[in-house]
């Protein structure tokens, strides 16, 4: 691949727009995803160092609001697994794969 | 049978079951480079088994049970920014990593850069944060094999850390990435087993009912707010007269959210966990694995919840702290500094320690709080109690369990420095890109005796310091260090090699300098430097965890030897991009 003649098509493949849509795809799914789960992550830590009068009301018995919080970061890493697992899976890894053997059929392989 | 004989044995079958397993492995290693990734060969569950099996390591087991044990709810906090990190790696590095790269981080890092200056960066940066890692987990295997085999006697003690070192070098040297990945997986399946164990029996003794469990652990504990945020990190600081200290209660707060930072940002900054991802031969499988250890990691955090405040609920609260604050002839005192006596007056020492009621035994006060031993503890009261056969039993168990796991990760450990030492230090920086495959391997394997050496002798040396102080350490480093080297790599176009080399540096320096002027060293009775006496301070920064500011501060180095570089890599980084979303040439060394 470090071949002279096969140089261009990386840069080819990049200005695809097979390759721009596989690109947005994974950026639009994941970038804001990050950002959210991130931003959910610290408000619970925020709400936990900062409000501590509303995360130590009982919700149930023992168990009080710091508890709930917790336990649905645990809820929310679950579902954003298996959320980004579909969209993979349904929307990424068949133009990917098809870009690959493109790609590597360009490449001579 | 004593527990002791019995944890023995059972780690020995362990110990005998697992070289079998990576003997085996290096027989069916074909090639030199399957010394490495494991040949690329492991399933998305395999490697999700294996991932689980590096990453929850002593402190994760014995650490977070034993602080929830005391210190309540704080405790859960590690168990959540040790889950949600996995959305980082799921989201944004597995499947790209696994796609661009071969061997090490810095193959990644090196991609479309200069080759010497970034290699070296990040195997200079991969060895720190492996070393301390390394350091937590054999100072933790001395710990917990002096409380669980009464073996208090120092040099038996060394002869055990030893042992590890040369265990792990064994695992690493003969079986390479494939024997090291079946200890993880070995070490994974049995550690779900034995904590699955013990959370059935420790809910089965609250009839399946949470609420009571934790009404349990607050009235055992003694301690009414053992439920709320607030007992260990983010205090709500009183000064002298009682009234609220405002700065020193916004210092701990922020402290709490730097750790908090720390922890969801380090672990996909970890170069043992990253070069796991070079082990199956797909993105799509990098990212099954990525899920199956979600799934396993979240399960077993979820169970500290039962193991910790079943530790606070069930154990003796005097026999989970352990040592107690003595005076000058060996008496207990309280927390005033009274001697605790009886009603004539004697007062009471670690030798009558067994006949003080239990209103005295409330006025003790510990000293040792890492609560390392909760878990083993619970496991022995769920069994039956001391001086029963079934908690004999189910202390060996879980003992010898506890062993295995520092085992499978310290090997983990290991392999990562000699592979980063030996493809990017040797092959790449010190050979410039013209050792064979066999030279490689023959440095890894030499390296990772050296780094094993090291690490046993620091650890013999290491021992009083506390294992969490030297996991934040590494968590903090590789936050700062590596992960804003690795996502500028994978996404932003611009990036380039001053960038690389001051992005880890400008982390892994700045992490390290803000730790040698924190609390952590100086300036309190628990720092490494105890302050007792006039004992020298400079504790000029107020945090425990650097991450808060260290973190930012490898980002915005990164950013800034970026754009007063004029280096391009426009090319290059075509490469690096389609490479990264499509698994072309998948494998295959990018030359120069």
Redesign the interface.
Known sequence: ??DPQH?GI??E??NSPE?KE??RR?RSF?FP??IA??AW??L???L???A?DF??QPV?????V??VL?LL??VT??I??WL??RH?SSKL?AP??A??DK??KG?G? | MSHTLLSTILFLIFVALTLVLVIRASRSNKQSSDFFDGGASFSGFQNGLAIAGDYMSAASFLGIAGTIALFG?DG??YS??F??A???A???IAEPLRNSGRFTMGDVLAFRMRQRPVRTASATSTVVVSIFYLLAQMVGAGALVSLLLGITDPVAKNWIIAGVGVLMILYVTIGGMKGTTYVQIVKAFLLMIGATLMTVLVLWHFNF????L??AA?KNSGNASL????QK??K?VLDAAGNPDIFHSIVS?LD??SL?LAL?LGTAGLPHILIRFYTVPT??AA??S??WA??NI?FF??MTIALGFGAAALVDRVSLLRGFKVDATGCFIDANGKAIADASGTCFNADSLATMGADLKKLLVPVDLSGNVAAPQLAEFLGGGSGSTGGAVMLAIIGAIAFATILAVVAGLTLASSSSFAHDLYANVIKRGTATPEQEVRVAKIAAIAIGAVAIVLAIAAQTLNVAFLVAIAFAIAASGNLPAVLYSLYWKRFNTRGAVWAIYGGLISALILLFFSPVVTGTPTSLIPLVGDAPRWDLFPLQNPGIVSIPLGFIAGWLGTITSNERN??KY??L???S?????IG?A???
Do not use: C
């Open positions: 691949m470090s140089d990386w840069e493949t990049q390759f596989l690109k994974f994941a995803l990050t789960f991130l992550y610290f619970y830590v925020i936990t160092a900062f501590r995360v130590n149930l018995g023992n168990i009080n710091a508890f917790g970061q645990f890493t679950f954003i697994a980004y697992e993979s890894d990917s794969e870009l690959r790609v590597e490449l392989k | 709810y859960f906090l959540i920014g889950l949600v996995w959305l980082v799921l989201l944004l009912n949470v609420s009571d934790l009404g607050v439920l709320n945020p607030g990190f983010g709500d707060k709490l959210i908090g969801v993105a799509k990212r099954k990525v899920n979600i799934g979240g955090y979820l426009v090319q075509a490469e991009e389609v490479r979303l499509t698994g072309a040439a295959k990018v030359q120069h």
